[in-house]
């Protein structure tokens, strides 16, 4: 079944659907049924491993209804700074980059201080409410909604949900908000592997998985109703919209292009000490943001990195989709992608 889109195109234009244009009073949450939770079953051994909430029917794991309105109704503050995105698009890298700026780039607390804690992910118990070992650990500290509410100011904040299901108060309050999309087929090869590792998916339905995230039906929701109403919004002085590829191809441009959006200056020296410090290689090895040993402690020393599988940061490639997409899924995938972004202006390297 086809979701409800946030953005309907006529004439290659762009155009608000008003049932969707404010944020939702209440949530409905449905089971998700037939084909798809077949599917579900398959990869994650479990039929009800994910919910289908509406308005925008969006899969979301279960723990999500437990949330979803208190995330509605909680209060944003002017000077919280958000990163939003899709799941595997680089977030963690942007949020690193921007809880640096916000906070004097101190380094020292960087390395020791998980970023899950001193920059959560706002869903982060829903997200992992089927993994009760992970789970767990989280709400030694608390349930991720109120951790978020007792955060200092300025609070920096993540999340992968999609617009409408953020905090009603996005829209009035307006706190800076940056956003940071993927090539598709870079982030769902990646969002395959995320899940095999941190969710335990089966391995081996890659392209059940591909299938899935296509029809809008992996978590979080359809891809280009997320990105798309963040590109709609890109001119507004609240909100920055970033590439990935852009980042990987550039990183120095990117740091001084959200420097200035943060109002934060920044030497030369500085820059360059931050470029490294965000390198690739140097976020790999960073304890305090690939989850090497929350994984190590939880699961086992040897559960991150062998046994074939990834690296929570794996390989930050652009273009990784060509080893594991067939001439025909990456025909679909691009058929998919020029009749969703037909007259938005918006591309992907």
């Known amino acids: 079944m086809a979701s409800t889109v946030l953005l309907n195109k006529h004439n290659g234009v762009l155009t608000k659907n008003s049932e969707e244009d404010t944020k939702p009073k209440r949530l409905i949450y449905k089971t998700v049924e037939g084909k798809d939770r077949d ?119 993540k999340s992968h949900l999609a617009w409408h299901l953020l905090p009603k108060q996005m829209e009035t309050v307006k706190p800076k908000i940056i956003y940071v999309a993927r090539n598709p087929k870079d982030m769902c090869v990646s969002y395959y592997h995320y899940c095999s590792l941190i969710h335990r998916m089966n391995g081996g339905y890659f392209e059940e998985f591909c299938d899935l995230f296509l029809r809008g039906r992996t978590p979080m929701g359809p891809f280009w109703d997320h990105v798309l109403r963040f590109w709609e919004k890109r001119h507004e002085p609240n909100i920055l919209f970033l590439k990935y590829e852009d980042l990987k191809k550039d990183l120095q441009k990117e740091i001084k292009k959200v420097a200035k959006f943060m109002e934060k200056s920044l030497s030369e020296d500085e820059i360059s000490k931050l470029e490294d410090y965000l390198s690739f290689g140097s976020m790999q090895k960073n304890p305090a943001v690939n989850l090497a040993p929350l994984m190590s402690n939880l699961r086992g020393e040897d559960y991150m990195g062998a046994k074939n599988r990834p690296n929570f940061i794996r390989k930050g490639k652009v273009g990784d989709w060509k080893n594991y997409m067939s001439p025909e899924l990456t025909a679909r995938f691009d058929k998919w992608t020029e009749d969703n972004i037909h007259g938005t202006d918006l591309s992907f390297d």
């Open 39 to 157: 599917i579900i079953h398959k990869l994650y051994n479990n039929p009800n491993a994910l919910i289908d909430v509406h308005p925008g029917g969006i899969l979301i794991p279960t723990g999500y209804k437990d949330m979803g309105e208190c995330i509605l109704d909680m209060e944003v503050h002017p000077d919280d700074t958000w990163v939003v995105s899709y799941p595997r698009t680089g977030s963690t890298w942007t949020q690193e980059l921007v809880w640096l700026l916000g906070n004097n780039l101190n380094y020292e607390a960087a390395s020791q201080i998980p970023q899950h804690i001193r920059a959560p992910l706002l869903e982060i118990s829903a997200v992992m409410s089927n993994e009760e070992d992970i789970l767990g650990y989280l709400n030694t500290y608390g349930n991720s909604v109120d951790i978020v509410g007792m955060l200092p100011s300025p609070r920096f904040i």
